[in-house]
């Protein structure tokens, strides 16, 4: 399986059989180039314009929202209700966190956590092989929340997202870059996109940070 980094907390993954999912496609109003990329699968963790903007992404994909357990595409994907703030989604709506298998490959979408998980939603979510966490504070969970959740979760790799980049305003997402985040971990390492396999996973917790496109 291949992951790229769209921006933001988007990603393309496509695996061994060709089925491409996107997840949390953003409206280029926020400063990231539009994702201009087809999918078979769209997840949709909340209903905000960076996370929602389902128009963006090429071809006619089955779109996933909300907890439960869905089907698309020959994927079980199952979502988990969260919130979006640390108080019960008064402040800020509902999250889902997406859960999934491709080629093999445990991975999870937490969108936009905005608090720490209970013993029970970590228990529901499960061992993983690749967790995408927002780390940007603000909007989500920070740095140091980020990393309780990544040690609650423990996933082999570490894929940090939501975080600031020179293509947000400062004032639109006022929110901190990956070092706050990647600084708390002994192996982290810059890559333009990552393959992986049930065979290829680290052995040991390794935080990945992927490059925007070119």
């Not at 008064?90 to 491709?102: A, E, L, P, S, Y």
């Not at 969108?111 to 029970?120: E, I, Q």
């Not at 504070?137 to 975080?163: C, N, S, W």
Request: contains cysteine; aromatic residues 8%; charged residues 20%.
């Amino acid at each position: 399986m291949q992951i790229r980094w769209l921006g933001h907390a988007c990603f393309l993954l496509a695996d061994a059989e060709g089925r491409r999912l996107v997840t949390d496609p953003f409206d280029p109003q926020i400063g990231y180039p539009a994702p201009k990329v087809a999918a078979d699968v769209v997840t949709v963790s909340h209903d905000h314009f960076d996370h929602n903007a389902i128009d963006q992404i090429q071809g006619q994909p089955e779109v996933i929202q909300g907890a439960g357990k869905h089907e698309a595409q020959g994927l079980d994907i199952y979502g988990l209700a969260t919130f979006h703030d640390d108080q019960g989604g008064r402040q800020r709506g509902n999250n889902t966190v997406f859960r999934w298998v491709m080629d093999g490959v445990r991975v999870c979408h937490l969108g936009d956590l905005g608090h720490a998980l209970t013993p029970a939603q970590v228990a529901e979510i499960g061992p993983q092989d690749v967790l995408m966490v927002p780390v940007g504070g603000f909007f989500t969970i920070d740095a140091v929340q980020a990393r309780q959740v990544v040690e609650a979760i423990k996933p082999r790799i570490v894929l940090p997202m939501h975080y600031k980049t020179p293509a947000l305003p400062a004032q639109q997402f006022p929110i901190q870059g990956v070092d706050e985040f990647s600084r708390q971990f002994p192996r982290v390492t810059n890559q333009e996109f990552l393959e992986v396999s049930a065979g290829t996973r680290p052995e040991e917790m390794t935080v990945i940070i992927l490059a925007l496109p070119a």
